[in-house]
């Protein structure tokens, strides 16, 4: 599958603010001897990643051209795998490898089905409780006994969200529920993200990494620390058992501070934006999905709890070209 002899090409798919990710990435090849190519595909190229990395002017994930273009572009940079960070970009990159008759291009996720699923709270709600899944109580109809929140559909980056604390917000609503997602409303909560990786060949789930997000800004984290939580872990391999995802999992889990019970919020099937923090505890995600890649047996690492990792802004200058 690689590009050549010790040479491996990644096309990384929204990844434009994941330049400590680029580099455990390359770090984790280096260590194998393996000369690893990062490319990003994104709608500007003056972007933090395209501070070090080439950068293709790609298009909008909901452009019907997208299949093609990207198709130009694996095979014209010989690309053996393509690595979403993005909603957006997990269903397209999953339906690219399925679909693309050319080049065979490894991707880190399930099946586009699935990973639309999880996408549509609604669709994934109703699937976590088929599959017998602890989930806040989901509202459907009558007068409500607990308090609720209101989650956009197919919204992400908690944008959009609805605290209901009376039967008028909820009647004003009504118009509109179909656009939402209704569940109990848990106050006195402790939220987690638990990073994990499943062998897209064999199903293995290689490792599994909890952490909790210390502090938020524009929906994605920028303070966060990994933990042991052995009820974490569990939750999340039953998760994965489960609904049978595969590739990079990142799996939201809330407990309930009240009677200690832990339940499944969401499932966002791609790497996490604070997943760096599980890499450095020993999780080794990016040789993961390297081995993964390469065909050869994926052996992930433990994690370790206490390693937190602070993202903080700095900046990257681009020159004209003619200066």
């Given at each position: 599958m690689a590009s050549g002899q010790g040479r491996i090409t990644f096309l990384f798919l929204g990844g434009?603010?994941?330049?400590?990710?680029?580099?455990l990435f390359e770090k984790a090849a280096q260590e194998r001897g393996i000369e690893l190519r990062i490319i990003g595909y994104e709608l500007d190229r003056l972007c933090?990643?395209?501070g070090k990395y080439e950068i293709v002017e790609g298009l909008r994930w909901s452009d019907p051209a997208v299949f093609a273009h990207l198709g130009e572009v694996v095979e014209d940079y010989e690309v053996d795998a393509l690595i979403p960070f993005v909603d957006g970009a997990v269903g397209v990159a999953a339906e690219f490898a399925a679909?693309?008759?050319g080049r065979r291009v490894f991707v880190p996720a399930s099946g586009r089905e699935l990973v639309d699923k999880m996408f549509d709270k609604v669709a994934a709600a109703e699937l976590f409780e088929r599959l017998g899944l602890p989930i806040p109580a989901?509202?459907?109809?009558?007068?409500?006994?607990?308090r609720l929140i209101a989650k956009p559909r197919f919204g992400s980056a908690s944008k959009g969200i609805v605290e209901i604390n009376s039967l008028q917000k909820l009647y004003e609503l009504q118009g509109v529920s179909h656009r939402y997602l209704i569940q109990e409303r848990i106050d006195n909560r402790e939220e987690l993200?638990?990073?994990?990786y499943v062998c897209v060949r064999t199903g293995h789930i290689a490792g599994i990494s909890p952490r909790v997000r210390l502090e938020v800004s524009g929906?994605?984290?920028v303070r966060t620390l990994t933990v042991d939580c052995p009820e974490a872990v569990?939750?999340?391999?039953?998760?994965?058992?489960a609904t049978g995802l595969r590739g990079a999992v990142t799996v939201q889990l809330i407990r309930d501070l009240d009677n200690g019970r832990y339940m499944v919020m969401e499932i966002n099937p791609r790497l996490g934006g604070g997943a760096v923090?599980?890499?450095?505890?020993?999780?080794?995600?990016?040789?993961?999905?390297?081995?993964?890649?390469?065909g050869e047996e994926v052996n992930a690492g433990e994690a370790r709890p206490g390693y937190m990792t602070v993202r903080y802004l700095e900046d990257l200058v681009f020159v004209p070209e003619n200066d």
């Amino acid at each position: 599958m690689a590009s050549g002899q010790g040479r491996i090409t990644f096309l990384f798919l929204g990844g434009a603010k994941r330049v400590g990710m680029a580099r455990l990435f390359e770090k984790a090849a280096q260590e194998r001897g393996i000369e690893l190519r990062i490319i990003g595909y994104e709608l500007d190229r003056l972007c933090p990643l395209g501070g070090k990395y080439e950068i293709v002017e790609g298009l909008r994930w909901s452009d019907p051209a997208v299949f093609a273009h990207l198709g130009e572009v694996v095979e014209d940079y010989e690309v053996d795998a393509l690595i979403p960070f993005v909603d957006g970009a997990v269903g397209v990159a999953a339906e690219f490898a399925a679909r693309h008759t050319g080049r065979r291009v490894f991707v880190p996720a399930s099946g586009r089905e699935l990973v639309d699923k999880m996408f549509d709270k609604v669709a994934a709600a109703e699937l976590f409780e088929r599959l017998g899944l602890p989930i806040p109580a989901t509202y459907r109809d009558g007068d409500p006994c607990l308090r609720l929140i209101a989650k956009p559909r197919f919204g992400s980056a908690s944008k959009g969200i609805v605290e209901i604390n009376s039967l008028q917000k909820l009647y004003e609503l009504q118009g509109v529920s179909h656009r939402y997602l209704i569940q109990e409303r848990i106050d006195n909560r402790e939220e987690l993200t638990v990073d994990c990786y499943v062998c897209v060949r064999t199903g293995h789930i290689a490792g599994i990494s909890p952490r909790v997000r210390l502090e938020v800004s524009g929906g994605e984290v920028v303070r966060t620390l990994t933990v042991d939580c052995p009820e974490a872990v569990a939750l999340a391999r039953r998760t994965l058992e489960a609904t049978g995802l595969r590739g990079a999992v990142t799996v939201q889990l809330i407990r309930d501070l009240d009677n200690g019970r832990y339940m499944v919020m969401e499932i966002n099937p791609r790497l996490g934006g604070g997943a760096v923090a599980s890499v450095y505890s020993g999780f080794n995600l990016p040789a993961a999905i390297i081995a993964d890649c390469l065909g050869e047996e994926v052996n992930a690492g433990e994690a370790r709890p206490g390693y937190m990792t602070v993202r903080y802004l700095e900046d990257l200058v681009f020159v004209p070209e003619n200066d």
